[in-house]
């Protein structure tokens, strides 16, 4: 049985509200590619969703062409001047230190201390988020006009303090929930949980997975459902790795979650091609929804859409984004913060994608089973008054019967007749309940 559209007037501003709230208790976590934030920041997604299985790959496992790296762990950085006073400190905001940073602990005049630190010259008052992953370093991360300020004073000293971690005997984490249907047919829900405290970038996506789950969890279902909750890039070649095989075989559509949460714009980036199903599905329901969206070619990807569409993977995924990632100033930035995303912005993506879910589970070919066309009126499917402008209310229903001819799916009957395809699911049961239509193989 296709899942139901239920779904009219449903609680996507309280699931709004859900997301949010979720998003806060991330916000504060110093997150990276390893590390116990990330494994913190699970355990918070876990205790919504139980069902969330937690899995640790090995620091120097080799994932195709790549290496986990050494597991990374900070637990305080400073820059302190000669007085004690903290310049800035990452207990009160974990982008101030370099990701990935090595152990630091030195005193030096600023003439030396300003090569260790990274600023957003374009952007003077914010906190840059700066990485580096794969070549070890240390640093640190501060507004232009601070690094401003201290530049009056070059002889100046100061206490520069990074007391982390790198080891080689650690891990890479990641989090899988999967939720059987009557088919092993699988659709992806990816998104990733690796950066500090940005709240559009990193806590969005995560937070409005969970919802979706516990929205898949209430619904009889066809499609088996796997959420992934990963380090972003190497998590996705990492997870690739161990699990190519069963996606190549069953992934019917995906979705990388990122950048959910804003209440701007709404954008998906395609397929490496932009022909796949998940293409389809998300102009259609983008289209009807949200004429303004923006589609992106594969040319502008940039998230984990790069690894699940790879050649050899060729994955059916797509990146899906209120404002896209890179797309809005304070990407990356100290101003990505909780007053950047809210209830609304992820009520508005949660419609999106439960819409869009349910045409999943809804799509298949459909054949009327009556020659010519069937008496309608009979079944309280038609206006028993012939009168001018009585009939509009069954045009819709009338068309879908036309193309109904067991050779188009849901989506093709929606675009043959201009109507969302998720206006069509009410349409379908109904001639479904009526026996008038039979769903196809």
């Known amino acids: 049985m296709p899942m139901e559209d239920n779904n009219h007037g449903d609680n996507s501003n309280t699931v709004g509200e859900y997301c949010y709230e979720l998003a806060q208790k991330l916000f504060p976590i110093c997150r990276s590619i390893t590390g116990n934030g990330f494994r913190q920041s699970l355990a918070i997604l876990k205790e919504e969703l139980p069902e969330i299985n937690v899995f640790e790959v090995p620091s120097g496992t080799e994932v195709f062409d790549w290496t986990v790296p050494k597991e990374w762990n900070c637990t305080e950085a400073y820059i302190e001047d000669e007085e004690h006073h903290r310049i800035i400190d990452f207990k009160e905001n974990n982008l101030h230190v370099l990701g990935y940073s090595a152990p630091f602990d030195k005193v030096l005049p ?188 594969f040319y502008h990807r940039g998230s984990d859409e790069r690894q699940f569409n790879a050649p050899g993977v060729d994955l059916p995924v797509c990146s899906v984004s209120r404002t896209k990632y890179g797309a809005y100033p304070e990407y990356h930035t100290s101003k990505d913060d909780l007053t950047l995303i809210s209830p609304e912005g992820f009520a508005g993506e949660y419609e999106v994608m439960t819409k869009s879910l349910l045409v999943l589970e809804n799509n298949f070919k459909y054949r009327i089973n009556v020659f010519c066309e069937p008496q309608l ?43 969302p395809a998720y206006e069509l699911i009410a349409i379908k049961d109904k001639l479904l309940e009526n026996k008038l239509i039979d769903v196809m193989n």
Request: net charge positive.
């Open 110 to 297: 600023f003439s030396e201390l300003k090569n260790y630190i990274y600023t957003q010259k374009d952007q003077k008052d914010v906190i840059p988020y700066v990485t580096s992953y794969y070549k070890e370093r240390s640093g640190f991360c501060m507004s232009q006009n601070q690094f401003d300020e201290l530049a009056k004073h070059e002889d100046q000293k100061y206490h520069a303090v990074i007391k982390s971690t790198l080891d080689e005997h650690g891990s890479l984490t990641y989090g899988e929930c999967i939720i059987k249907g009557k088919s092993d047919k699988e659709i992806l829900i990816s998104t990733y949980l690796c950066h500090p405290s940005m709240a559009n970038n990193e806590c969005s996506g995560p937070a409005l997975s969970v919802a979706l789950a516990k929205f898949i969890k209430e619904k009889p279902r066809y499609y088996t459902y796997r959420f992934i909750y990963i380090p972003e890039t190497i998590g996705s070649i990492t997870y690739l790795s161990r699990n190519l095989e069963v996606l190549k075989k069953n992934t019917v559509a995906g979705f990388v979650l990122s950048c959910v949460g804003d209440n701007r714009d709404y954008s998906y980036v395609k397929t490496r091609y932009g022909n796949t199903i998940t293409d389809k599905l998300l102009e259609n329901t983008l289209k009807h929804l949200v004429p303004s969206h923006k589609a992106y070619s």
């Open 377 to 419: 009126g009979k079944r309280g499917l038609y206006p028993t008054i012939s009168q001018k402008g009585s009939y509009s209310s069954i045009i819709a229903i009338r068309d879908f019967i036309a193309y109904a001819d067991g050779t188009n799916t849901l989506l093709d009957i929606s675009e043959l007749i201009n109507i």
